[in-house]
């Protein structure tokens, strides 16, 4: 297990090396730059030129390249020239923000998909599948801005119930920092909720048919039993692969719905250093998600080992 | 059995409704005591200076302003950025020698007076005493002189027109400014409010890296207690502040921090920030989209605030490409209409007026008329005969726009029609606003381009007469622009002004399009707030 760990996290060296090369490359080539940001629209080719090189941002690429990723090994991502801190600190302070409102969704998610996924299967072709199905599709096809601006009208506008927008850190109480994230977190847990749902239901529809759930039922097991400790165990991978890369979704950037609702989490981070061409916070964002990502999926496949005894990760 | 089904998943649904319904409404009571708890914490913290205030008035005000802006300032160095966001949030922390009042006059801030020698060559500055920054000290000729020159080498306007000039300190207290050209400007532009001249501590402007000084230092009524990257600006009452004795007037006279804390919330979103100031999360909505100007108008409990405050322009490529030829761009300006453009862009006609001036509409000195045959003629049988007669045969022409600025895209979608309509081959190359700056600045990847400018305050400023924006580089501009500088009256000045603009019409080197309104909107509790260029807090209030 531990071998197979270790093997994992040395594979994941050339991954985000590749992903260095490509990110610094697009970055660089795309147009735009710092300088033009910081000057405003008004400023004159010479200033921009002027100041990047004052920046040294006119280097030539590889040089740029090799001093940054020199000190990338070195564990330091560079300096944010807009935040005026390190780049693993701005991650660092955006990360709670995303990590809280994609654990929320993720849960709204789960809650909502599990269960009417497992009534979906069970009733198979009635009316109760039909309905599941259909608003499931629906939310797959709404996009979780709307679903979002809608909730926004409806719960904070119209009742006033809770906060429009905005970001409370926990230590200003619990309660406060979650008033603020329920809303966003319904327009993103419901819509993944759909996935999941869908993923729920067929997976168990491939094992509610086989034939040790007759012998289950033929020896007389109760059938909530049969549901959850036989079939849902065994249709449960599926379903794991499907949350983990929507978890994995969720933590590396809900874009739209952050800024929506004006969530200082990583999406925003990365929305708003790509268009004030903040090079430094763009490339260490992107490895940071490349190494979320790829984390996400070390752990949901050794969580395949726990759920199924019969994967054996280290191939024994 | 399928009814039965139905009705199960329609009570599943029904209650599933009442758990959220119910989650939500006890989210309701205790929102709104959470929201009290945030406030009484705040005005503990802030209990001696409110209670002054109480007993000097009835009302009762709360101690800090929510306002959410369109986006965050790159910097808060208001000499290096002519980012509005920027000088809109600086001109609080930051204060200048010379400041502008309602009638854009200048008006002494930091500077107690001055005195122009004879042909105007040297001013001589005398500083106000007692003046102290917010780490303490107190500011003096060194602060002034270090804080001046970085201005005059990092503000390209200051480069361009100021060229040559230098500060010099002559005693603590006096400062000497040696112009390399005597203008009749330079006062202006020492109190001009884009790209402004802010004094700061002379070690940070020493040690300033290139993005910008590394703390933000001033002398002005507030001071920066926390700037939480892509959240918030945090501005604070700077207690030992002490202002000038004049009436207050636009960015100049009294300034008296009348709310102990500001918050500049970043919401970038519209529909956010509208809803956030319905429902009271904001007292201010900075910049209120034209299609929600209708919704909010007349509703209770809202005021909204408009007035123009720029223009949109149109830049024609006059070194390169098809449009290097004079008669082509006639043909083109023959064939706008620009009611078409600005009722596209901005949506109804009362956010914008038909003027052929670049300069503001509500500026006496400088709103001429000239040029006016050739503006907004909509005649495309002339512009066929125009296109015709310069041997056009089809060349696609390129229109460079960003979808960033809805405006700027809006308007290039309809010039592009426009130009269809004559037969004219236009494309539009469409990219993000730092992709749409970089290729500008490559003369031979457009043929025109639109953008939306704010005002400035005399013409030299204007980015039509730079020849860095779009290439316009004629000999007669830089004459015209120097008669202008130094025209010995108001009236001469402005007789220069009508022709520069004249010739830029005949040369067709750009043209305006129109002058747009930009709204606002706060809280009816919000009082005391001034709408000028940029938004003034320091003397505005908020009544509980």
Same mark, same amino acid.
């Given at each position: 297990m531990l071998?197979?760990?270790?093997?994992r996290?040395?594979s994941l060296?050339?991954?985000l090396?590749?992903?260095s090369?490509?990110?610094?490359?697009?970055?660089h080539?795309?147009p735009?730059d710092?300088a033009s940001s910081?000057?405003?629209?008004e400023?004159?080719?010479?200033?921009i030129?002027?100041?990047n090189e004052?920046?040294?941002l006119?280097?030539p690429l590889p040089?740029?390249y090799?001093?940054?990723?020199v000190?990338?090994?070195? #564990?330091?991502?560079?300096?944010?020239i807009?935040?005026?801190?390190p780049?693993?600190?701005?991650?660092?302070?955006?990360?709670?923000?995303?990590l809280s409102?994609a654990?929320?969704?993720?849960l709204?998610a789960?809650i909502l998909?599990?269960?009417?996924g497992i009534?979906a299967?069970?009733?198979?072709?009635s009316a109760a599948?039909?309905?599941?199905?259909?608003?499931?599709?629906?939310?797959?096809?709404?996009?979780s801005? $709307?679903?979002?601006?809608? $909730?926004m009208l $409806?719960?904070?506008v119209?009742l006033?119930?809770?906060p429009?927008?905005?970001?409370r850190?926990m230590?200003?109480?619990?309660?406060?920092?979650?008033r603020?994230l329920?809303?966003p977190?319904?327009?993103?847990g419901?819509?993944?909720?759909?996935?999941?749902a869908?993923?729920?239901?067929s997976s168990m529809?491939d094992?509610l048919y086989?034939?040790?759930i007759k012998?289950a039922?033929?020896?007389?097991?109760?059938?909530q039993a049969?549901? $959850?400790k036989?079939?849902f165990k065994n249709a449960?991978l599926?379903?794991?692969?499907?949350? #983990?890369?929507t978890?994995?979704?969720?933590i590396?950037g809900?874009?739209?719905i952050?800024?929506?609702?004006?969530?200082?989490?990583?999406?925003?981070?990365?929305?708003?250093s790509?268009t004030?061409?903040d090079?430094a916070?763009i490339?260490g964002?992107?490895?940071?998600?490349?190494l979320?990502?790829?984390?996400?999926?070390?752990?949901?496949?050794?969580?395949?080992?726990?759920?199924d005894?019969r994967?054996r990760?280290?191939?024994? | 059995?399928k009814?039965k089904n139905?009705?199960k998943v329609a009570?599943?649904?029904l209650?599933?409704?009442f758990?959220l319904?119910?989650c939500? @409404?006890g989210?309701?009571?205790s929102?709104?005591s959470?929201?009290?708890?945030?406030?009484?914490?705040?005005?503990?913290?802030?209990?001696p200076?409110e209670?002054?205030?109480?007993e000097?008035?009835?009302k &009762?005000?709360?101690?800090e302003?929510?306002?959410?802006?369109?986006? &965050?300032?790159?910097?808060?160095d208001?000499?290096l950025s002519?980012s509005?966001a920027?000088?809109?949030?600086?001109?609080h922390?930051?204060e200048?020698?010379f400041t502008?009042?309602?009638d854009? !006059?200048?008006?002494p801030?930091l500077?107690?007076?001055y005195e122009?020698?004879?042909?105007?060559?040297?001013?001589?500055?005398?500083?106000r005493?007692?003046?102290k920054?917010?780490n303490?000290?107190?500011?003096?000729?060194?602060?002034?002189v270090a804080s001046m020159?970085?201005?005059l080498?990092?503000s390209d306007r200051?480069?361009?027109?100021?060229?040559?000039?230098v500060f010099?300190?002559i005693?603590d207290y006096?400062v !000497?400014?040696t112009?390399g050209?005597?203008?009749s400007?330079?006062m202006?532009?020492?109190?001009?409010?884009?790209?402004f001249?802010?004094?700061m501590p002379?070690d940070?402007v020493?040690n300033a890296?290139?993005?910008?000084?590394a703390?933000?230092?001033?002398?002005g009524?507030?001071?920066?207690e926390?700037?939480?990257a892509?959240?918030y600006?945090?501005?604070?009452r700077y207690?030992?502040?002490?202002?000038?004795?004049?009436?207050s007037s636009?960015?100049?006279?009294?300034k008296e921090?009348?709310?102990?804390?500001?918050?500049?919330?970043?919401?970038s979103?519209?529909a956010?920030?509208i809803a956030g100031?319905?429902t009271?999360?904001?007292d201010?909505a900075?910049?209120?989209?034209?299609?929600n100007?209708?919704?909010?108008?007349g509703q209770?409990g809202i005021t909204?605030?408009s007035k123009p405050?720029g @223009?949109l322009n149109?830049?024609?490529n006059?070194?390169e490409?098809?449009?290097?030829?004079?008669?082509m761009r006639?043909a083109?300006?023959?064939?706008?209409?620009?009611?078409e453009?600005?009722?596209?862009?901005y949506?109804?006609?009362?956010?914008?007026?038909?003027?052929?001036g670049?300069?503001n509409?509500?500026?006496? &000195?400088w709103a001429?008329?000239?040029?006016?045959?050739y503006?907004?003629?909509?005649?495309?049988?002339?512009?066929?005969?125009?296109?015709e007669?310069?041997?056009?045969?089809g060349e696609t022409i390129t229109?460079?726009?960003?979808p960033d600025? &809805?405006?700027m895209?809006a308007a290039t979608?309809?010039?592009?029609e426009?130009?269809?309509?004559?037969g004219?081959?236009?494309?539009i190359?469409?990219?993000d606003?730092?992709?749409?700056?970089e290729?500008k600045?490559?003369?031979?990847?457009?043929?025109?381009?639109?953008?939306?400018?704010?005002y400035n305050?005399?013409?030299?400023q204007i980015?039509?007469?730079?020849s860095?924006w779009a290439?316009l580089?004629e000999?007669?501009?830089a004459?015209?622009?120097?008669a202008i500088?130094?025209?010995?009256t108001?009236a001469?000045?402005?007789?220069?002004?009508?022709?520069l603009?004249q010739f830029?019409?005949?040369f067709a080197s750009?043209t305006?399009?129109?002058?747009?309104?930009?709204?606002m909107?706060? @809280?009816?509790?919000v009082?005391d707030?001034?709408?000028?260029?940029?938004?003034i807090y320091?003397?505005?209030?908020? !009544?509980?």
């Amino acid at each position: 297990m531990l071998g197979y760990i270790m093997k994992r996290l040395l594979s994941l060296i050339p991954v985000l090396f590749v992903v260095s090369i490509v990110i610094f490359m697009i970055i660089h080539i795309t147009p735009g730059d710092p300088a033009s940001s910081i000057l405003g629209m008004e400023a004159t080719p010479e200033e921009i030129s002027e100041l990047n090189e004052r920046m040294g941002l006119n280097a030539p690429l590889p040089i740029q390249y090799k001093n940054w990723i020199v000190k990338v090994f070195h #564990g330091d991502l560079g300096d944010s020239i807009f935040m005026r801190q390190p780049v693993t600190e701005a991650i660092k302070e955006h990360l709670g923000p995303t990590l809280s409102l994609a654990l929320l969704a993720q849960l709204i998610a789960i809650i909502l998909a599990v269960p009417f996924g497992i009534i979906a299967a069970y009733k198979r072709g009635s009316a109760a599948d039909t309905v599941i199905m259909s608003i499931s599709l629906l939310g797959m096809a709404v996009p979780s801005f $709307l679903l979002g601006l809608f $909730l926004m009208l $409806l719960f904070s506008v119209k009742l006033g119930w809770l906060p429009v927008a905005g970001y409370r850190p926990m230590k200003m109480g619990l309660w406060n920092h979650y008033r603020y994230l329920i809303l966003p977190g319904f327009s993103l847990g419901t819509i993944q909720a759909a996935l999941i749902a869908r993923m729920t239901r067929s997976s168990m529809l491939d094992t509610l048919y086989l034939n040790y759930i007759k012998t289950a039922r033929a020896k007389g097991l109760k059938e909530q039993a049969v549901l $959850l400790k036989h079939a849902f165990k065994n249709a449960a991978l599926p379903i794991l692969t499907v949350i #983990g890369q929507t978890f994995g979704t969720l933590i590396t950037g809900a874009v739209v719905i952050e800024s929506l609702f004006n969530i200082p989490g990583i999406g925003q981070l990365i929305l708003n250093s790509i268009t004030r061409r903040d090079i430094a916070v763009i490339q260490g964002v992107v490895l940071f998600v490349t190494l979320v990502y790829v984390g996400i999926n070390l752990i949901v496949d050794l969580l395949y080992g726990v759920i199924d005894p019969r994967v054996r990760l280290d191939g024994k | 059995m399928k009814r039965k089904n139905i009705s199960k998943v329609a009570a599943a649904l029904l209650s599933l409704t009442f758990v959220l319904a119910a989650c939500s @409404s006890g989210d309701g009571g205790s929102s709104s005591s959470n929201n009290n708890t945030a406030d009484n914490n705040t005005s503990e913290a802030s209990a001696p200076s409110e209670t002054a205030e109480n007993e000097a008035d009835s009302k &009762q005000y709360k101690n800090e302003i929510n306002i959410a802006m369109t986006a &965050q300032p790159p910097t808060l160095d208001a000499s290096l950025s002519a980012s509005n966001a920027a000088n809109g949030v600086a001109g609080h922390i930051f204060e200048q020698l010379f400041t502008m009042n309602l009638d854009y !006059e200048p008006m002494p801030e930091l500077a107690e007076s001055y005195e122009a020698n004879e042909d105007g060559t040297v001013y001589t500055i005398t500083l106000r005493q007692g003046v102290k920054f917010h780490n303490g000290a107190e500011m003096t000729a060194d602060d002034v002189v270090a804080s001046m020159n970085r201005w005059l080498s990092v503000s390209d306007r200051a480069r361009t027109l100021l060229a040559g000039s230098v500060f010099e300190k002559i005693d603590d207290y006096t400062v !000497e400014l040696t112009v390399g050209q005597a203008t009749s400007d330079v006062m202006i532009l020492l109190s001009s409010r884009i790209l402004f001249p802010a004094i700061m501590p002379a070690d940070i402007v020493e040690n300033a890296p290139a993005e910008g000084v590394a703390e933000y230092i001033g002398t002005g009524p507030y001071k920066l207690e926390e700037w939480k990257a892509d959240q918030y600006i945090h501005l604070t009452r700077y207690e030992d502040y002490q202002s000038v004795d004049l009436p207050s007037s636009a960015y100049s006279g009294r300034k008296e921090a009348a709310t102990e804390n500001l918050y500049y919330f970043f919401v970038s979103d519209h529909a956010t920030r509208i809803a956030g100031l319905k429902t009271g999360e904001y007292d201010v909505a900075e910049s209120v989209p034209l299609e929600n100007y209708d919704e909010l108008y007349g509703q209770e409990g809202i005021t909204l605030y408009s007035k123009p405050s720029g @223009s949109l322009n149109l830049f024609f490529n006059t070194s390169e490409g098809v449009l290097a030829d004079v008669d082509m761009r006639q043909a083109i300006l023959a064939a706008i209409d620009c009611n078409e453009v600005m009722l596209a862009s901005y949506a109804n006609k009362d956010h914008y007026t038909l003027d052929p001036g670049y300069m503001n509409i509500d500026q006496p &000195q400088w709103a001429v008329k000239s040029g006016s045959e050739y503006y907004n003629q909509a005649n495309g049988e002339k512009a066929k005969e125009l296109l015709e007669a310069a041997g056009y045969n089809g060349e696609t022409i390129t229109l460079l726009t960003t979808p960033d600025y &809805q405006e700027m895209y809006a308007a290039t979608i309809v010039i592009q029609e426009q130009l269809r309509q004559i037969g004219v081959n236009a494309e539009i190359a469409s990219y993000d606003f730092p992709t749409f700056m970089e290729t500008k600045d490559n003369r031979s990847a457009w043929d025109m381009f639109i953008t939306s400018n704010s005002y400035n305050v005399i013409p030299p400023q204007i980015l039509a007469v730079n020849s860095s924006w779009a290439g316009l580089d004629e000999p007669q501009v830089a004459e015209s622009l120097a008669a202008i500088r130094s025209a010995s009256t108001e009236a001469e000045a402005q007789e220069e002004w009508a022709k520069l603009q004249q010739f830029m019409y005949e040369f067709a080197s750009s043209t305006t399009l129109g002058h747009y309104n930009s709204s606002m909107a706060t @809280s009816d509790k919000v009082e005391d707030m001034v709408y000028f260029d940029h938004t003034i807090y320091w003397n505005a209030k908020v !009544e509980k």
